[in-house]
């Protein structure tokens, strides 16, 4: 990958986070729930070390590097390997982020948290909903971040 193609992505990943974050929040206004990804990062932060230690800042530079690190495992590894133009990469990137999140990323955080969501949130008393929003602020991530990659000129090719 080259020093171009790595900030394009960068950028590419920042938006796409942002633009899940966006997503995340506004879910609440057509009845799911809203996930802010950084307080919950914050949360389990603090309740691994027993007290106040970080504050929401961190919580949400961790979610937009988090972010920015899936852009990069898109376009190092996965960009080449799934088929399809940019649209549908996108919405099967999301679902792959989705699966992954509710099988292994949240659990294991809700752990670490003192919590126990269990395995696709089902130990939750909205498991269906929490699936469905997630899978709404994925899908938007991968669709805005595959687009975001078109635009900068980031493709199959280039990488």
Known sequence: MSSNTFIKTVISGFIATFTMAMVS??????????????????????????????????????????????????????????????????????????LVAGLIISPLFARAAGETFGIFYLNTWIPGLLILAGILMHVTYGVILTLSLKVAGVDRKST
Do not use: C
């Not at 809203?34 to 800042?57: M, Q, R, W």
């Not at 590097?65 to 990137?93: D, E, H, S, T």
């Open 25 to 98: 929040f506004l879910q609440g206004g057509i009845g799911l729930p809203a996930i802010d990804i950084g307080h919950i990062l914050k949360e389990t932060f603090n309740h691994v070390h027993g007290y106040e230690v970080y504050s929401l800042i961190w919580g949400n530079a961790a979610f937009n590097i988090g972010g920015i690190l899936m852009a990069l495992i898109w376009v190092a590894f996965l960009q080449k390997r799934i088929p399809g133009n940019w649209l549908i990469q996108g919405i099967i990137y999301g679902i792959l982020i989705t």
